[in-house]
Nanobody, 117 residues
Framework: QVQLVESGGGLVQAGGSLRLSCAAS????????VGWYRQAPGKEREMVAV???????NYGDTVKGRFTISRDNAKNTVYLQMNSLKPEDTAVYYC???????????WGQGTQVIVSS
């Protein structure tokens, strides 16, 4: 069973930084695309960043230039480095993995990020 566990969320002041981590298990991680999505109160879920098996990345327009996604296949972990945080970045951040084995998406439980002004 594929499991994803996010960590690293918390409270931070505007302009600060956080690094989120997502540890995966139960999958052949190196074969799977992974990413981060977020959902803020009253808003739809939006794509933050995705990274492919070969390291190609895509970012949402609102975070491009401030956030960086990376992966460490040896640790089965995907990271999201968030810099220059803004109050509008406040959301629950979810890690997702597209499993090559069964061609479906899996999701973590989410980690909360609150950026104060």
């Amino acid at each position: 069973q594929v499991q994803l566990v996010e960590s690293g969320g918390g409270l931070v002041q505007a302009g600060g930084s956080l690094r989120l981590s997502c540890a995966a298990s139960g999958s052949t991680f190196s074969l799977n695309a992974v990413g981060w999505y977020r959902q803020a109160p009253g808003k739809e879920r939006e794509m933050v960043a995705v990274i492919s098996t070969d390291g190609n990345t895509n970012y949402g327009d609102t975070v491009k230039g401030r956030f960086t996604i990376s992966r460490d296949n040896a640790k089965n972990t995907v990271y999201l480095q968030m810099n220059s945080l803004k109050p509008e970045d406040t959301a629950v951040y979810y890690c997702t993995e597209h499993d090559f084995y069964d061609d479906r998406d899996y999701w973590g439980q989410g980690t909360q990020v609150i950026v104060s002004s």
